[in-house]
C-alpha cells in the first residue's frame, strides 16, 4: 500500500518504520518541507531501524492510500485541510492523538476519516527514537464515510500489533481523554513522573468523577469508580514516564490542553455541568503557557 504520514515525530517515525519493514511503501510529511526523511529507531529488542525515506513528495501524496497523521491535536485540523485537497477523495485519513475535538474540526473533509488513540509509548533521545513499550492501537470510524474500512485494522495490525476495530470509537476516545485529564496537568502541576500521581489520589479521584458526569451526559455507560481504577492502572504502567504535556511545558511548546481538559470543559458546558477541578486545572496550565508564549513570537511553538 502507499501510505503517507504526516508528522515524523516519535510516533510517525515508528509507523514509518513498522509500515516500511513490511512491505509498504511509505513517505513522511514534514511541516517544514523537506526532500528526505531520516528514520532512527531503537526498537523494545535493542535492535536499529535506520533509513532515509522520501517525504513531502506531492505526487506521491497524490497517490497515497492512507494518511496518516501523527500530529499534535492542536496541528491537525490546519494540516489536514491543506493535504486533503490533494488527497483522492477515496483516501483514508486516520488521525492518531491524544485528545478530542478534531473530528468536529474536520467534519468537512469528503475523504473518509478515522481516528485512534494508542498505548504504544515511544519517545526521542537526541536523534533517535526509542519504541518504550507496546500497546494496542484503537480505531474506529470518524464520519460515516469510514464506517467500511475495517480491513485497514488488520493491514495495520500486520505492521505494528496490537489493533483493535471499534464500530464505535467514540468510547475508547473518551477513556482515554480521562487518563489524560488527570495524568497530563497533574504531572506538570507537580512536576513529577506519572507514577508519583499516586500520592495524590483525592485530586486523580475528584477529576474521575467530573469526567464520568460528563460522559454520562454523553452517552457513554460508565462509572467514576471505573474509570478511576482504569486511570490507576495507567498510572502504574507508565510510572516512569514523563507526560507529553510535562516535556512540552519543559521545552516551552505548545500543549494539547485545549483538545484534552479544554475538550472535556466544552462538553460540560454543553450539557450545563460544573466541572470546577478540571476548570482549575484547565486556567493552570493555560497560566504557564501564556507566561513563555507571550514572550516569544506569540504563535504556538512546534
Ligand atoms: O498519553 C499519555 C501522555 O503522556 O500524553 C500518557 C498515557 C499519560 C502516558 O504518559
Not at 478511576?228 to 512540552?248: H, K, P
Not at 462538553?267 to 507566561?291: M, W
Request: proline share 4%.
Amino acid at each position: 500500500m502507499k501510505i503517507t504520514v504526516l508528522g515524523c515525530g516519535a510516533l510517525g517515525q515508528l509507523w514509518l518504520a513498522s509500515l516500511y519493514k513490511q512491505g509498504h511503501e511509505v513517505q513522511g510529511w514534514l511541516r517544514v518541507p523537506q526532500p528526505f526523511c531520516h528514520i532512527n529507531l531503537v526498537e523494545t529488542d535493542g535492535s536499529v531501524f535506520n533509513q532515509t525515506l522520501i517525504a513531502n513528495d506531492p505526487d506521491f501524496l497524490a497517490n497515497s492510500e492512507l494518511l496518516l497523521v501523527t500530529l499534535k491535536a492542536w496541528q491537525v485540523s490546519t494540516a489536514v485541510k491543506t493535504l486533503a485537497a490533494t488527497l483522492p477523495a477515496s483516501t483514508p485519513i486516520l488521525l492518531l492523538h491524544n485528545g478530542m475535538g478534531t473530528l468536529d474540526e474536520l467534519s468537512m473533509l469528503r475523504q473518509p476519516l478515522l481516528s485512534g488513540v494508542t498505548t504504544h509509548a515511544a519517545r526521542r533521545d537526541g536523534n533517535m527514537i526509542i519504541h518504550v513499550a507496546h500497546g494496542t492501537t484503537h480505531i474506529g470510524p470518524g464520519n460515516a464515510a469510514a464506517n467500511d474500512f475495517s480491513f485497514l485494522a488488520d493491514m495495520l495490525h500486520d505492521a505494528l500489533p496490537e489493533i483493535a476495530w471499534h464500530n464505535n470509537i467514540l468510547a475508547a476516545s473518551w477513556k482515554k481523554l480521562a487518563v489524560n485529564c488527570v495524568i497530563n496537568p497533574l504531572t506538570v502541576i507537580y512536576n513529577c513522573p506519572n507514577g508519583e500521581l499516586r500520592h495524590y489520589p483525592d485530586e486523580v479521584s475528584a477529576i474521575c468523577h467530573e469526567v464520568a458526569m460528563v460522559m454520562e451526559r454523553e452517552g457513554h455507560h460508565t462509572s467514576a469508580e471505573a474509570l478511576l481504577l482504569y486511570v490507576e492502572e495507567i498510572i502504574d504502567s507508565t510510572r516512569a514516564n514523563i507526560s507529553s504535556m510535562l516535556q512540552d511545558i519543559r521545552v516551552q511548546r505548545h500543549t494539547e490542553i485545549d483538545y484534552i481538559t479544554g475538550y472535556l470543559l466544552q462538553r460540560a458546558r454543553a450539557h450545563g455541568l460544573s466541572v470546577p477541578v478540571n476548570s482549575r486545572l484547565y486556567e493552570l496550565i493555560k497560566r504557564k503557557e501564556n507566561e513563555y508564549e507571550r514572550t516569544s513570537t506569540g504563535l504556538p511553538g512546534s
